[in-house]
Protein backbone atom coordinates (compact mmCIF):
# COMPACT_ATOMS: atom_id res chain seq x y z
CA UNK A 1 0.00 0.00 0.00
CA UNK A 2 1.48 3.44 -1.24
CA UNK A 3 1.18 6.01 1.69
CA UNK A 4 -1.02 8.70 0.11
CA UNK A 5 -0.66 11.30 2.90
CA UNK A 6 -0.37 14.94 1.90
CA UNK A 7 0.37 18.17 3.32
CA UNK A 8 -2.50 20.95 2.96
CA UNK A 9 -2.56 24.43 4.35
CA UNK A 10 0.08 23.02 7.12
CA UNK A 11 -2.56 19.97 7.99
CA UNK A 12 -1.74 16.35 7.55
CA UNK A 13 -4.54 15.11 5.58
CA UNK A 14 -4.31 11.11 5.51
CA UNK A 15 -4.97 10.90 2.15
CA UNK A 16 -5.88 13.79 -0.44
CA UNK A 17 -9.44 13.41 -1.06
CA UNK A 18 -11.46 16.72 0.56
CA UNK A 19 -15.37 16.66 1.18
CA UNK A 20 -16.30 20.26 -0.56
CA UNK A 21 -18.62 22.30 0.88
CA UNK A 22 -22.43 21.05 0.36
CA UNK A 23 -25.96 19.83 1.59
CA UNK A 24 -23.48 16.62 2.32
CA UNK A 25 -21.42 18.31 4.54
CA UNK A 26 -24.45 20.25 6.27
CA UNK A 27 -25.22 17.73 9.29
CA UNK A 28 -23.10 15.23 11.45
CA UNK A 29 -24.69 12.19 9.91
CA UNK A 30 -23.55 12.51 6.63
CA UNK A 31 -20.18 14.20 7.76
CA UNK A 32 -19.53 11.08 9.44
CA UNK A 33 -20.52 8.84 6.55
CA UNK A 34 -18.06 10.70 4.79
CA UNK A 35 -15.38 9.67 7.42
CA UNK A 36 -16.51 6.59 7.23
CA UNK A 37 -16.11 6.10 3.62
CA UNK A 38 -12.63 7.44 3.92
CA UNK A 39 -11.99 11.02 2.82
CA UNK A 40 -9.03 12.84 4.26
CA UNK A 41 -10.99 16.56 5.23
CA UNK A 42 -14.12 17.98 5.25
CA UNK A 43 -15.25 21.57 4.28
CA UNK A 44 -18.43 22.24 6.43
CA UNK A 45 -21.64 23.29 4.60
CA UNK A 46 -21.05 26.97 4.46
CA UNK A 47 -22.86 29.82 6.45
CA UNK A 48 -23.69 32.43 3.83
CA UNK A 49 -23.34 36.31 4.83
CA UNK A 50 -26.62 37.29 3.22
CA UNK A 51 -28.23 34.32 4.43
CA UNK A 52 -27.34 35.92 8.03
CA UNK A 53 -28.30 39.64 7.31
CA UNK A 54 -31.39 38.60 5.13
CA UNK A 55 -32.95 36.16 7.77
CA UNK A 56 -32.07 38.31 10.44
CA UNK A 57 -33.84 41.00 8.69
CA UNK A 58 -36.82 38.93 8.55
CA UNK A 59 -37.24 37.87 11.73
CA UNK A 60 -36.52 41.79 12.82
CA UNK A 61 -39.68 42.77 10.18
CA UNK A 62 -41.91 40.16 11.93
CA UNK A 63 -41.20 40.43 15.58
CA UNK A 64 -40.90 44.17 15.31
CA UNK A 65 -44.57 44.40 14.08
CA UNK A 66 -45.42 42.87 17.38
CA UNK A 67 -43.18 44.83 19.38
CA UNK A 68 -43.44 48.67 17.52
CA UNK A 69 -40.40 49.79 19.39
CA UNK A 70 -37.57 51.47 16.95
CA UNK A 71 -34.58 50.69 19.56
CA UNK A 72 -35.73 46.61 19.16
CA UNK A 73 -34.22 46.72 15.65
CA UNK A 74 -30.85 46.66 16.58
CA UNK A 75 -31.37 44.55 19.33
CA UNK A 76 -33.22 41.95 17.17
CA UNK A 77 -30.90 42.02 14.50
CA UNK A 78 -28.32 41.51 16.88
CA UNK A 79 -29.76 38.48 18.38
CA UNK A 80 -30.99 37.00 14.68
CA UNK A 81 -27.45 36.59 13.82
CA UNK A 82 -25.80 35.46 16.61
CA UNK A 83 -28.28 33.01 16.38
CA UNK A 84 -27.27 31.63 12.96
CA UNK A 85 -24.03 32.09 13.68
CA UNK A 86 -24.05 29.68 16.67
CA UNK A 87 -26.29 27.25 14.51
CA UNK A 88 -23.11 27.07 12.04
CA UNK A 89 -20.24 26.93 15.27
CA UNK A 90 -22.27 23.87 17.22
CA UNK A 91 -22.34 22.09 14.04
CA UNK A 92 -18.42 22.79 13.25
CA UNK A 93 -17.65 21.90 17.32
CA UNK A 94 -20.14 18.85 16.56
CA UNK A 95 -18.42 17.87 13.37
CA UNK A 96 -14.86 18.00 15.10
CA UNK A 97 -16.09 15.46 18.38
CA UNK A 98 -17.32 13.33 15.82
CA UNK A 99 -14.80 12.85 13.45
CA UNK A 100 -10.93 12.75 13.55
CA UNK A 101 -9.93 14.05 10.44
CA UNK A 102 -9.39 17.56 9.69
CA UNK A 103 -12.73 19.90 9.77
CA UNK A 104 -12.75 22.71 7.75
CA UNK A 105 -15.42 25.65 8.39
CA UNK A 106 -16.83 27.86 5.40
CA UNK A 107 -17.44 31.09 5.06
CA UNK A 108 -18.89 31.97 2.19
CA UNK A 109 -19.54 36.05 0.59
CA UNK A 110 -19.01 39.01 -1.42
CA UNK A 111 -18.29 42.66 -1.63
CA UNK A 112 -14.96 44.06 0.06
CA UNK A 113 -15.03 41.95 3.06
CA UNK A 114 -15.72 44.92 6.15
CA UNK A 115 -18.39 42.65 7.56
CA UNK A 116 -15.73 40.07 7.86
CA UNK A 117 -14.35 41.83 10.99
CA UNK A 118 -17.43 40.95 12.45
CA UNK A 119 -17.86 37.31 12.04
CA UNK A 120 -14.59 36.60 12.21
CA UNK A 121 -13.53 36.68 16.05
CA UNK A 122 -16.40 34.50 17.11
CA UNK A 123 -14.86 31.17 14.17
CA UNK A 124 -11.90 31.64 16.14
CA UNK A 125 -13.38 28.99 19.04
CA UNK A 126 -15.46 27.06 17.24
CA UNK A 127 -12.18 24.23 17.32
CA UNK A 128 -12.16 24.34 13.29
CA UNK A 129 -8.54 23.06 12.37
CA UNK A 130 -8.80 25.56 9.20
CA UNK A 131 -10.99 27.71 7.77
CA UNK A 132 -12.41 28.61 3.80
CA UNK A 133 -13.19 31.77 3.04
CA UNK A 134 -15.73 31.21 -0.41
CA UNK A 135 -15.82 34.51 -2.39
CA UNK A 136 -17.80 34.88 -5.53
CA UNK A 137 -18.72 38.04 -7.36
CA UNK A 138 -20.90 37.96 -10.20
CA UNK A 139 -20.13 41.16 -12.63
CA UNK A 140 -23.03 42.41 -13.45
CA UNK A 141 -23.10 46.19 -12.70
CA UNK A 142 -21.67 47.72 -16.06
CA UNK A 143 -20.53 50.79 -14.27
CA UNK A 144 -17.78 48.91 -12.14
CA UNK A 145 -14.82 48.12 -13.72
CA UNK A 146 -12.67 44.99 -13.70
CA UNK A 147 -10.25 46.95 -12.12
CA UNK A 148 -12.25 48.21 -9.40
CA UNK A 149 -14.06 44.68 -8.54
CA UNK A 150 -10.09 43.04 -8.47
CA UNK A 151 -9.05 46.04 -5.81
CA UNK A 152 -12.30 45.28 -4.04
CA UNK A 153 -11.39 41.38 -4.38
CA UNK A 154 -8.28 41.66 -2.70
CA UNK A 155 -9.32 44.06 0.19
CA UNK A 156 -11.82 41.53 0.77
CA UNK A 157 -8.81 38.76 0.75
CA UNK A 158 -6.94 40.95 3.07
CA UNK A 159 -9.43 41.77 5.79
CA UNK A 160 -10.43 37.70 6.03
CA UNK A 161 -6.33 37.19 6.47
CA UNK A 162 -5.79 39.77 8.95
CA UNK A 163 -8.66 38.75 11.06
CA UNK A 164 -8.44 34.88 10.57
CA UNK A 165 -5.72 32.97 12.74
CA UNK A 166 -6.61 29.33 11.15
CA UNK A 167 -5.04 28.16 8.61
CA UNK A 168 -7.01 29.90 5.77
CA UNK A 169 -7.53 29.37 2.34
CA UNK A 170 -10.08 31.32 -0.41
CA UNK A 171 -11.85 29.17 -2.57
CA UNK A 172 -11.93 31.76 -5.57
CA UNK A 173 -13.97 31.91 -9.35
CA UNK A 174 -11.81 31.76 -12.33
CA UNK A 175 -13.21 34.96 -14.37
CA UNK A 176 -10.76 36.97 -13.61
CA UNK A 177 -8.60 39.03 -16.57
CA UNK A 178 -5.44 37.74 -15.24
CA UNK A 179 -5.73 34.47 -12.65
CA UNK A 180 -1.98 34.57 -12.10
CA UNK A 181 -2.04 37.60 -11.33
CA UNK A 182 -4.71 37.81 -8.63
CA UNK A 183 -3.23 34.07 -7.37
CA UNK A 184 0.31 35.11 -7.37
CA UNK A 185 -1.05 38.16 -5.32
CA UNK A 186 -2.87 35.90 -2.65
CA UNK A 187 0.14 34.43 -2.58
CA UNK A 188 1.46 37.89 -1.16
CA UNK A 189 -0.84 38.39 1.39
CA UNK A 190 0.41 34.61 2.51
CA UNK A 191 -3.04 32.25 2.26
CA UNK A 192 -2.54 29.45 3.52
CA UNK A 193 -3.88 27.64 0.22
CA UNK A 194 -5.87 28.41 -2.52
CA UNK A 195 -9.17 26.75 -4.05
CA UNK A 196 -9.08 26.43 -7.92
CA UNK A 197 -12.33 26.88 -8.31
CA UNK A 198 -15.43 28.11 -7.78
CA UNK A 199 -18.28 26.21 -9.60
CA UNK A 200 -21.51 29.04 -9.71
CA UNK A 201 -25.12 28.52 -9.58
CA UNK A 202 -26.01 28.12 -13.04
CA UNK A 203 -29.24 29.99 -14.66
CA UNK A 204 -31.34 28.24 -16.94
CA UNK A 205 -34.40 28.97 -18.31
CA UNK A 206 -37.96 26.66 -18.32
CA UNK A 207 -39.24 27.60 -22.03
CA UNK A 208 -43.08 26.41 -21.31
CA UNK A 209 -43.47 27.50 -17.62
CA UNK A 210 -41.80 30.93 -19.05
CA UNK A 211 -39.60 30.81 -15.40
CA UNK A 212 -36.36 30.79 -14.89
CA UNK A 213 -35.02 28.08 -13.20
CA UNK A 214 -31.99 26.78 -11.64
CA UNK A 215 -28.92 24.53 -14.42
CA UNK A 216 -28.08 21.81 -13.05
CA UNK A 217 -25.77 22.06 -10.30
CA UNK A 218 -23.61 19.00 -10.97
CA UNK A 219 -20.52 19.58 -12.69
CA UNK A 220 -19.32 16.71 -14.99
CA UNK A 221 -16.50 14.22 -15.49
CA UNK A 222 -14.95 16.65 -18.23
CA UNK A 223 -15.47 20.15 -16.44
CA UNK A 224 -12.02 20.09 -15.05
CA UNK A 225 -9.44 21.43 -17.46
CA UNK A 226 -9.57 24.99 -16.74
CA UNK A 227 -8.92 23.96 -13.26
CA UNK A 228 -5.84 21.72 -14.56
CA UNK A 229 -4.57 24.34 -17.06
CA UNK A 230 -4.27 27.13 -13.68
CA UNK A 231 -2.90 24.66 -11.12
CA UNK A 232 -0.46 23.63 -13.92
CA UNK A 233 0.38 27.11 -14.83
CA UNK A 234 0.86 28.11 -10.95
CA UNK A 235 1.84 25.68 -8.93
CA UNK A 236 6.03 25.92 -8.52
CA UNK A 237 5.21 30.13 -8.86
CA UNK A 238 3.48 30.08 -5.55
CA UNK A 239 4.06 29.00 -2.01
CA UNK A 240 0.82 28.38 -0.76
CA UNK A 241 -0.98 25.37 -1.64
CA UNK A 242 -3.51 24.45 -3.94
CA UNK A 243 -6.44 22.23 -3.82
CA UNK A 244 -8.09 21.60 -7.37
CA UNK A 245 -11.44 21.34 -7.38
CA UNK A 246 -14.46 21.30 -10.10
CA UNK A 247 -14.95 18.41 -12.51
CA UNK A 248 -12.56 15.84 -10.37
CA UNK A 249 -14.46 12.51 -10.55
CA UNK A 250 -11.91 9.60 -10.85
CA UNK A 251 -9.01 8.58 -9.95
CA UNK A 252 -7.11 9.54 -13.00
CA UNK A 253 -8.29 13.05 -12.63
CA UNK A 254 -7.46 12.88 -9.26
CA UNK A 255 -3.82 11.76 -10.24
CA UNK A 256 -3.74 14.37 -12.99
CA UNK A 257 -3.59 17.51 -10.59
CA UNK A 258 -1.29 16.19 -8.35
CA UNK A 259 1.01 15.84 -11.63
CA UNK A 260 -0.14 19.29 -11.96
CA UNK A 261 0.82 20.39 -8.48
CA UNK A 262 -2.56 20.41 -7.04
CA UNK A 263 -1.67 19.06 -2.79
CA UNK A 264 -4.96 17.74 -2.66
CA UNK A 265 -8.49 17.81 -4.53
CA UNK A 266 -12.23 19.25 -3.42
CA UNK A 267 -14.90 16.34 -4.64
CA UNK A 268 -18.71 17.15 -4.39
CA UNK A 269 -20.90 16.48 -7.50
CA UNK A 270 -19.10 12.78 -7.75
CA UNK A 271 -20.45 11.96 -4.21
CA UNK A 272 -24.01 13.57 -4.95
CA UNK A 273 -24.05 11.83 -7.95
CA UNK A 274 -22.57 8.68 -7.47
CA UNK A 275 -22.22 7.93 -4.05
CA UNK A 276 -19.63 7.60 -1.31
CA UNK A 277 -17.81 4.73 -2.76
CA UNK A 278 -16.80 7.35 -5.23
CA UNK A 279 -14.43 7.99 -2.41
CA UNK A 280 -13.00 4.49 -2.13
CA UNK A 281 -12.53 4.06 -6.18
CA UNK A 282 -10.78 6.86 -6.48
CA UNK A 283 -8.12 6.02 -3.66
CA UNK A 284 -7.73 2.83 -4.89
CA UNK A 285 -6.61 4.33 -8.46
CA UNK A 286 -4.26 6.78 -7.04
CA UNK A 287 -2.53 3.42 -4.77
CA UNK A 288 -2.54 1.30 -7.55
CA UNK A 289 -1.58 3.66 -10.44
CA UNK A 290 1.68 4.77 -7.57
CA UNK A 291 2.51 1.24 -6.77
CA UNK A 292 2.48 0.79 -10.78
CA UNK A 293 4.94 3.96 -10.81
CA UNK A 294 7.29 2.79 -8.19
CA UNK A 295 6.01 5.68 -5.80
CA UNK A 296 5.55 5.61 -2.20
CA UNK A 297 4.40 9.36 -1.26
CA UNK A 298 2.63 11.50 -2.46
CA UNK A 299 5.80 14.20 -2.62
CA UNK A 300 7.07 12.29 -5.45
CA UNK A 301 5.07 13.27 -8.46
CA UNK A 302 3.51 16.25 -6.71
CA UNK A 303 3.68 18.82 -9.72
CA UNK A 304 6.35 16.92 -11.89
CA UNK A 305 3.90 17.55 -14.84
CA UNK A 306 3.73 21.65 -13.64
CA UNK A 307 4.46 24.13 -16.18
CA UNK A 308 7.85 25.33 -14.92
CA UNK A 309 9.05 21.80 -14.95
CA UNK A 310 8.45 21.07 -18.50
CA UNK A 311 10.87 20.79 -21.43
CA UNK A 312 8.39 22.59 -23.62
CA UNK A 313 6.61 25.12 -21.23
CA UNK A 314 4.71 26.57 -23.85
CA UNK A 315 2.68 23.52 -23.69
CA UNK A 316 0.64 24.35 -21.51
CA UNK A 317 -0.40 27.32 -22.97
CA UNK A 318 -0.94 26.88 -26.54
CA UNK A 319 -4.35 28.68 -27.03
CA UNK A 320 -5.09 27.26 -30.58
CA UNK A 321 -5.34 23.94 -31.09
CA UNK A 322 -2.87 24.28 -34.35
CA UNK A 323 -3.07 20.26 -35.35
CA UNK A 324 -5.01 18.75 -32.50
CA UNK A 325 -7.87 17.44 -34.43
CA UNK A 326 -7.34 15.28 -37.53
CA UNK A 327 -10.83 15.25 -39.26
C1 LIG B 1 -25.95 21.49 -4.07
C2 LIG B 1 -24.62 22.15 -3.88
C3 LIG B 1 -24.41 22.98 -2.77
C4 LIG B 1 -23.18 23.63 -2.61
N1 LIG B 1 -22.98 24.43 -1.52
C5 LIG B 1 -21.77 25.03 -1.35
C6 LIG B 1 -21.51 25.85 -0.22
O1 LIG B 1 -22.34 26.04 0.67
N2 LIG B 1 -20.31 26.45 -0.12
C7 LIG B 1 -19.32 26.27 -1.05
O2 LIG B 1 -18.22 26.82 -0.90
N3 LIG B 1 -19.54 25.50 -2.14
C8 LIG B 1 -20.72 24.88 -2.30
N4 LIG B 1 -20.94 24.09 -3.39
C9 LIG B 1 -19.88 23.95 -4.39
C10 LIG B 1 -19.06 22.68 -4.13
O3 LIG B 1 -18.41 22.75 -2.88
C11 LIG B 1 -17.98 22.51 -5.23
O4 LIG B 1 -17.10 23.61 -5.16
C12 LIG B 1 -18.56 22.46 -6.65
O5 LIG B 1 -19.70 21.62 -6.69
C13 LIG B 1 -17.52 21.96 -7.65
O6 LIG B 1 -17.02 20.69 -7.32
P1 LIG B 1 -17.57 19.37 -8.07
O7 LIG B 1 -17.29 19.54 -9.51
O8 LIG B 1 -16.82 18.22 -7.45
O9 LIG B 1 -19.03 19.30 -7.78
C14 LIG B 1 -22.15 23.43 -3.56
C15 LIG B 1 -22.37 22.57 -4.65
C16 LIG B 1 -23.58 21.94 -4.82
C17 LIG B 1 -23.78 21.03 -6.00
Known sequence: MANLMTNYMGLK????????????TANIDSIKKLEDAGVGAIVVKSIFQEQIDKDAELNVDIEQSFMNHADAYGFLKGASEDHYIDMYLTLVEDAKKACDIPIIA??????????????????????ADAFEINHYIIASNANISGKEIEKDFIKF????????????????GSNFSSPSNIIRELDFLKYDALVLFNRFYNPDIDINELTMKSGNPLSTNTDYSEVLRWVGLMSEEINLDLCANTG?????????????????????????????????????K??????????????????????????????????????????
Open 13 to 24: LKNPIIAASSPL
Open 248 to 284: IHDGETLIKMILAGASAVEICSVLIGNGLDSVNLMLE
Open 286 to 327: LNNWMENKHYNAIEEFKGILAQEKMSDPTIWERTQYIKSLHI
Open 157 to 172: AKIARNEIKLPLSLKM
Open 106 to 127: SLNGSGNGSWIKEYAPRFAYCG
